[in-house]
């Protein structure tokens, strides 16, 4: 094995939180658990004896950047502002909350964080309760388009273009989070997935980077042989072994088929969608997916993964970020697109939405914090907590001795194009469905046909209401 790839694996933790996916072979996105724990902005890093400057925080960060841009010069009436994120990020949005409420003393942002599918589950039943926070993360498509639906998010398409944001954001970005209508959120990052994998295993068995389906199921066949699992999958939620389906459904109906199911102007119960799923159906039987799979955690995936239990896990660019913020050294690891036969790769947009019941004032500070918060100057300080490069017009562009896959994933998915990811172009109800069929396909308990059939009656309840 060149490099070393795992520096804190070895500790007592693992005995406790790794057993488990370990046992199932590998886990997944690296959006790790949280107990929606609050804060008003103070930092949580452990504090530096060597590092008492002021502009530091308490990890040692050099905070001076970010606080030379912090005072958005906001002069309205005194607002308290709610925040909803991504328990991942929370270190850095910690310390940058903070240095925003100091330098902003008529504006104090508290956040609260919660682990992929938990912020989800909140923000629906705060939706429902009326209880929505002043500003939330969210994706774009039909996880954003929930709450234009139900009325509960700010609809920024005047603001926008009184603000000439179509000069400051890039239009890829914006154009996913334009929904039903209305600008529905501030893109704050723009994403394509592929392939990472373990260099060193490849080296090891004499494997080539695939880029053929038969060429990728001979790797898979290899490693299965040399008791390594092929492919990273973690069914809880359904989410991450819906990025393998759809790139099934990508190879056996091309982009323009592929396209018309994504947007349901065609139906589901049809020959291509059945045979992806049958392919599918044969992963879950030759084992390339880990013992277990589907009641394992994709938050979790990257354990197996640093580990050298699982070769390959389909991420997106961000798994730059999440590997290193997990102490796991980027060595022996690269990536490559799913070969499809059409190069396209899957992509989703990420955005603050905003309440729709925010006072001018109250709107006029959450989007100065937002600004704030995944500006060129943050991401410079927190680099690995942020999908990048920023979705604007003037962003920096990506360090390749930081981030050493990004740019070369997005270029990829320029030249070759993308396609939406399948939970973002599905309707939830029409989403649950496939994730419930796709737990049932590898159980034995449906067959791609039936599942296939299953996903086009949910669609046309959907339809007919």
């Not at 695939?210 to 809880?236: H, Q, R, S, W």
């Not at 943050?378 to 962003?395: G, I, M, S």
């Not at 469905?433 to 049932?440: G, H, I, R, W």
Request: proline content about 4%.
């Amino acid at each position: 094995m060149k490099g070393k790839l795992v520096k804190k694996f070895m500790s007592a933790a693992m005995v406790g939180v790794m057993t488990a996916s370990l046992l199932a072979g590998c886990g997944g996105s690296g959006d790790s658990s949280s107990d929606g724990s609050s804060s008003g902005g103070e930092a949580s890093g452990s504090e530096s004896e060597a590092d008492t400057d002021d502009s530091s925080d308490d990890s040692g960060v050099d905070l001076s950047g970010v606080e030379a841009v912090a005072d958005v010069g906001y002069e309205g009436e005194p607002v308290e502002l709610s925040f909803w994120y991504l328990q991942t990020r929370q270190e850095g949005t910690d310390a940058l909350t903070k240095v925003f409420n100091e330098a902003n003393p008529n504006i104090n942002v508290t956040v609260s964080y919660y682990d992929t599918d938990g912020i989800k589950d909140s923000c629906k039943t705060a939706a429902q309760s009326g209880s929505m926070p002043s500003m939330w993360f969210n994706w774009g498509g039909a996880l954003g388009q929930y709450y234009v639906d139900n009325g509960v998010t700010y609809d920024l398409t005047d603001y926008a273009a009184e603000h000439d944001w179509e000069n400051v954001y890039t239009s890829g970005a914006m154009n996913l989070v334009t929904l039903g209508g209305q600008l529905s959120g501030i893109p704050t990052s723009y994403n394509v997935l592929g392939i990472y994998y373990r260099t060193d295993i490849f080296e090891q068995y004499n494997l080539e980077v695939p880029t053929t389906i038969e060429e990728f199921e001979n790797v898979c066949a290899t490693l299965k042989e040399n008791g390594v699992t092929p492919m990273d999958a973690a069914g809880l939620n359904g989410w991450h072994v819906m990025r393998w389906i759809e790139q099934f459904i990508e190879y056996e109906a091309g982009a323009d088929t592929h396209d018309e199911l994504q947007s349901l102007s065609t139906s589901w119960d049809c020959d291509v969608v059945e045979k992806a799923l049958a392919r599918y159906e044969n992963y879950c039987k030759e084992g390339y997916f880990p013992d277990g799979f589907i009641t394992a955690n994709p938050d979790d995936t990257y354990m197996a993964f640093a580990m050298g239990t699982c070769a390959m896990d389909i991420q997106g660019q961000w798994y730059d970020s999440v590997l290193q913020n997990n102490d796991v050294t980027l060595d022996n690891v690269s990536w490559f697109p799913f070969p499809n036969e059409t190069g396209r790769m899957s992509a989703f947009a990420e955005m603050n939405q905003f309440n729709a019941n925010l006072s001018d004032d109250e709107l006029e500070a959450a989007i100065a914090y937002t600004n704030f918060l995944f500006s060129n100057e943050a991401a410079k300080v927190y680099p690995t907590y942020y999908n990048l490069p920023l979705p604007r017009t003037d962003a920096d562009p990506v360090d390749p001795a930081v981030n050493p896959n990004v740019q070369n994933m997005l270029d990829t998915s320029s030249e070759n194009g993308t396609f939406t990811i399948t939970d973002q172009a599905f309707p939830t109800e029409v989403a649950d469905v496939l994730f419930n069929n796709q737990d049932a396909i590898a159980n034995g308990e449906t067959t791609p046909a039936d599942a296939a059939a299953a996903i086009q009656k949910a669609i046309e309840a959907y339809q007919s209401k």
